[in-house]
């Protein structure tokens, strides 16, 4: 079966931990992005990486890292400067410069802290 | 700043009725506009999706209807049934640039 993998399902951290969000695609997708969600926010991008070794900041960055060291991995690293990391994270992939750009998206990882 | 807007933030349709949902963008180089439902829990997942050369797309009682000139596209949901009551976002990128710009989405409860 392809798809995305996110793990842990439900993560808790402590003020001042820094947690790293795990995310695994098989699709051979090349793009692979990071959502956040907030209640009545929509989705909003966090990190987003085209090719291997490369990513860009979205509008939200601050207080996070990502790596992509390999193309089917693209982990998530809440730093304790993110001051309210409280949230429904989404991670995504997708073939870019295709005419179909659909997005397919993981399960989440619901980060509280404690 | 906001580049796609959605409303209304909530809908409650009862059960056979239509549900209406409405986007509007900004940035007229956006070429590629989905919708994503999403349930309780879990990860959206593509609903349907138009480009604008067409003005509607259908795809079983799931309808978006497109007007390039207001820069606004809708979904149509016909015949809804408590199995739609999910979460919707619109979205809009540009082609071969792919980053999805979401609306805030719009949480629909369709009511026995």
């Known amino acids: 079966d392809g798809g995305i993998t996110q793990s842990p399902k439900y993560l808790f951290r402590k003020e001042g931990q820094n947690v790293t969000l795990s995310c695994e695609q098989n699709?051979?997708?090349?793009?692979m992005y990071w959502y956040r969600q907030d209640p009545g926010q929509g989705l909003r991008l966090i990190y987003y990486?085209?090719?291997?070794?490369?990513?860009q900041k979205g509008d939200i960055a601050e207080g996070y890292s990502v790596s992509r060291e390999k193309k089917e991995s693209f982990p998530l690293t809440v730093t304790s400067a993110q001051k309210n990391p409280t949230a429904f994270y989404l991670c995504?992939?997708?073939?870019?410069?295709?005419?179909?750009?659909?997005?397919?998206f993981g399960q989440g990882t619901r980060l509280t802290v404690v | 700043q906001q580049q796609v807007k959605q409303s209304p933030q909530s809908l409650i349709v009862q059960k056979g009725g239509i549900s209406i949902i409405n986007c509007a963008y900004e940035?007229?180089?956006?070429?590629?506009f989905p919708w994503y439902q999403q349930f309780p829990g879990k990860g959206p997942a593509l609903l349907i999706a138009?480009?604008?050369?067409?003005s509607e797309k259908k795809e079983g009682r799931f309808t978006i209807s497109f007007n390039k000139s207001a820069k606004q596209f809708s979904l149509h949901i016909m015949d809804s049934q408590p199995g739609d009551s999910a979460t919707y976002f619109c979205?809009?990128?540009?082609?071969?640039?792919?980053?999805?710009?979401f609306g805030k989405g719009t949480m629909l409860l369709v009511s026995p």
């Open positions: 995504a992939s997708s073939l870019p410069g295709q005419l179909n750009t659909e997005a397919f």
């Open positions: 699709l051979n997708h090349d793009a």
């Open positions: 990486s085209q090719i291997v070794n490369d990513f």
């Open positions: 940035n007229t180089a956006f070429d590629y």
């Open positions: 138009i480009r604008p050369d067409v």
């Open positions: 979205a809009a990128s540009l082609s071969g640039y792919s980053t999805l710009t």
